[in-house]
């Protein structure tokens, strides 16, 4: 059965808010002039977001000074909506058949690798293994497959993840990178519980879009791009949005992103919940991978976090483990809020270790679970394991209604602390352990008096040995 949405003259008008000769005028229009730089910089801290002219102004920005006042502006705004939490999840990967031909891609249909699908057993120990670590959020990744089944198997990975417990452990939030669908199935894939869907557009740019696309519904620009309306229209109210840098030239993408953003804004009434920043990484039966055309500098790519920072305050920014730990803490700093951490791109390559198929890519950070939180720990940041939002219908709008009053922290500060507690008490070795509580406390000393009262509550409850405590 076709929607609306679904059919070819629709799907233009739907993406007709991707305006490529809109975003070459501002880009040919922005001059680094300093005293407007200083003028957009102000504004931003007032946390309302960024026109597009001021976006391509910072992004042309050179001079070292300004680009300090930059970062220390996006470091503001990021300390001020997010404080010091960053949440952390781990991809865990259901299948690699896939029927596309991404030109990056390891899994595309013509690499001569092993495939697999986990079989619901499998994606159980997938999911136990990823608990006894500590995680409890996970996004589910696969590989194209168009069949019924194909789609079938993802809604039974997502129902097996969520059986899966190891003693009082579980996961307890399942977001799912996936194809588009159909708003049919968009519908099924929320009734299957999960919390964001994930698409990464991989370029915004039509005519490179089909270079690197050739073969396999995937070659479908116009499908990929409306895909979040239809998620959206089936009510699946947190998507999450992405590029996949290196493509295309990273300024055109980054305003490409705005359009989009304002699109599901003025469509839907909310933006996107996150965005993700893949940069392409090497990946096995790809030599395009390894020389991307567009490759963006380290310097740009910090660049670039800390203008989305700015430009849109209040979206989550994700950042994988494509990047090396350097990078990743630099750029929490700037605007991460969500960090991948133990991450295997390979199929049941948690339980299994199997190493006969290659990951999608290569990761750049392979640093344990364990590592990245007393990592985080000893920089301040508090690794927050929270789920509740979605599990409380915080989600979409409601979300954005209490994030841009500031009224979220009243959830999430206790939240973090108390599953951080969690963690530390269930899956952390001793120094892990005493590193974060020192960190525990001194986070609850900055808390205002009724804050503090509140969250030492929480924290108590779980120290007695009650699980799943949020509010
Ligand atoms: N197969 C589905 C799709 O392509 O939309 C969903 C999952 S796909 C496995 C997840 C993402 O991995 C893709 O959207 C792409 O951006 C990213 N990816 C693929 N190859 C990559 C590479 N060599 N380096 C970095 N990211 C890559
Ligand atoms: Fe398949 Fe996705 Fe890889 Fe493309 S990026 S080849 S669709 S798994």
Redesign the pocket.
């Known amino acids: 059965m076709t929607t609306h949405l679904e059919d070819r003259k629709t799907q233009e008008a739907t993406a007709s808010w991707l305006d490529e000769a809109n975003i070459r005028a501002c880009l040919a229009a922005a001059e680094p002039c300093a005293e407007q730089a200083a003028g957009i910089l102000q504004k931003a801290e007032g946390m309302q977001g960024l026109t597009a002219d001021d976006v391509s102004v910072l992004m042309n920005l050179e001079d070292p000074g300004l680009l300090q006042a930059l970062f220390r502006t996006a470091e503001k705004v990021k300390e001020q909506i997010y404080g010091p939490r960053i949440v952390l999840f781990a991809p865990l990967y259901v299948s690699n058949r896939?029927v596309?031909e991404?030109a990056?891609?390891a899994?595309r249909a013509g690499n001569p690798i092993e495939r697999h699908s986990l079989t619901r057993a499998q994606v159980v120990r997938e999911a136990e293994e990823l608990v006894r670590q500590g995680h409890k959020r996970v996004l589910l990744?696969?590989?194209?497959d168009p069949s019924a089944e194909g789609f079938q198997h993802v809604l039974d990975s997502i129902a097996a993840v969520y059986a899966a417990r190891v003693c009082n452990g579980e996961i307890r939030r399942v977001n799912v990178?996936?194809?588009p669908l159909t708003v049919e199935q968009f519908r099924r894939l929320k009734q299957a519980g999960i919390g964001t869907y994930q698409?990464?557009q991989?370029t915004y740019h039509r005519e490179t879009y089909e270079k690197y696309h050739t073969a396999g519904p995937?070659k479908d620009f116009l499908w990929r791009v409306t895909a979040c309306d239809r998620a959206m229209e089936a009510g699946i109210d947190d998507v999450g949005i992405g590029v996949?840098f290196g493509l295309y030239d990273w300024k055109f993408e980054v305003l490409a992103l705005l359009q989009h953003i304002r699109h599901l804004e003025e469509r839907f009434g909310v933006g996107p919940h996150t965005i993700s920043v893949?940069?392409?990484?090497?990946?096995d039966g790809?030599e395009f991978?390894a020389v991307p055309p567009h490759a963006v500098p380290d310097a740009d790519f910090r660049k670039m976090v800390a203008i989305l920072r700015l430009a849109v305050p209040y979206t989550g920014i994700i950042m994988s483990t494509?990047e090396n730990a350097e990078m990743r803490r630099e750029t929490l700093r700037l605007g991460v809020s969500q960090i991948s951490a133990g991450s295997r791109t390979d199929v049941g390559g948690y339980a299994e270790g199997c190493d006969e198929a290659p990951g999608?890519?290569e990761l750049g950070d392979h640093r344990s679970l364990e590592e990245v939180a007393r990592d985080l720990a000893a920089m301040g940041y508090v690794p927050s394991f929270c789920t509740a939002c979605y599990r409380m219908g915080r989600t979409g709008m409601d979300f954005m209604d209490l994030a841009k009053p500031g009224d979220i922290k009243t959830h999430c500060d206790p939240n973090a602390l108390s599953t951080f507690m969690e963690y530390l008490l269930d899956y952390a070795a001793p120094d892990t352990r005493a590193a974060g509580m020192l960190l525990i406390r001194q986070r609850l000393s900055a808390m205002d008096p009724q804050t503090r009262a509140f969250t030492e509550g929480q924290i108590a409850e779980v120290e007695h040995g009650k699980r799943d405590v949020f509010v």
Do not use: H
Not at 141 to 144: F, K, N, S, Y
Not at 278 to 283: F, G, K, Q, T, V
């Open positions: 896939c596309n991404c990056y891609c899994f990744v696969a590989g194209e990178n996936i194809a698409l990464f991989e995937k996949l893949p940069r392409l990484e090497p990946a790809s991978a494509r999608q890519f």
